[in-house]
């Protein structure tokens, strides 16, 4: 019960990713349901490559706003926290270390993704 809730709720933080990666472009780069089905039939690990692609778009979309604070390797972060996630969880136990690697990945991508936002609506932290 407890996976497959992880699961579903992984996926959907897969679809919202790239309705924020589309929105940054202003057109469709990913589809969702595409990103969805290849994800769902590798069994995630095409999850981890749109993540990092999600990563080098948002990195790129906050260097060209001129976001302070950003984190400038953004991609080579979420490269190395996924790897090293997808390498730990293969040994035994390993999950313990590799599932907070992953998550420490998507934490990445989404406080540059609330950085962008705050800029682009001029939101401050202060709220």
Known sequence: MLVRSLVCI?????????????GLHGRVKYQPAVV????????????????????????????????RGRMTQ??????VCNAAALVTSLIPGG????????????????VELNRLAEQMT??????
């Open 10 to 22: 992984i996926w959907n933080r897969i679809a919202a990713n790239i309705t924020h990666v589309n």
């Open 36 to 67: 969805l089905l290849v994800s769902i039939l590798t069994c995630g690990l095409a999850g981890l490559i749109f993540e990092i692609l999600y990563a080098f778009d948002v990195a790129e979309s906050t260097a060209s706003h001129g976001i």
């Open 74 to 79: 953004l991609g080579t972060w979420v490269i």
């Open 95 to 110: 999950v313990l270390v590799g599932f907070p690697l992953g998550i420490l990945a998507s934490v990445f991508v989404q």
């Open 122 to 127: 001029g939101l401050t932290s202060d709220l």
